[in-house]
């Protein structure tokens, strides 16, 4: 399953027409903006504010907004990834609404873990791409 580098930067809501993989790492080095942050927290979890300390804790953000600074290379990587699990997840179910029950409900491949849980970790990001993968293919997931 190919999410390409255009939707995740939707996603993210940049405004980066043409961007291409290195211009996306680009942006998670130098830190994505807070509004990033804000979007993905109101596409996967509309009615959960607290979804955002998931990114970072709640003081950070705060104080990013209030400064109008950049989140760090880790909340960017973090964000960036929950756009491109996102996005891949749209692709596959074609609903917003499937997408969420998918990320927030137990998996068995997951030994019963949420995904949204699992892709804290890069390798967990994998596993859950993995199985959007076989979904998308039609094979048992």
Same mark, same amino acid.
């Given at each position: 399953m190919t999410v390409s580098t255009q939707d995740i930067v939707a996603v993210l809501g940049l405004k980066r027409k043409g961007a291409t993989s290195l211009d996306l790492a680009e942006a998670i080095e130098q830190g994505l903006p807070v509004a990033a942050a804000d979007r993905i927290v109101k596409l996967l979890a509309p009615e959960d504010p607290s979804f955002a300390q998931r990114i970072a804790p709640r003081a950070t953000l705060a104080r990013r907004r209030r400064n109008n600074s950049r989140l760090s290379l880790e909340e960017s990587d973090r964000t960036a990834r929950f756009a491109r699990i996102w996005s891949q997840a749209l692709s596959v179910w074609?609903?917003? =609404?499937?997408?969420?029950?998918?990320?927030? =409900?137990?998996?068995?491949l997951l030994e019963g873990k949420r995904p949204v849980n699992v892709i804290r970790t890069a390798v967990g990001t994998r596993m859950v791409e993995e199985i959007l993968g076989r979904l998308e293919h039609g094979s048992v997931a």
């Open positions: 074609n609903s917003a =609404e499937a997408a969420r029950r998918f990320l927030f =409900e137990p998996h068995q």
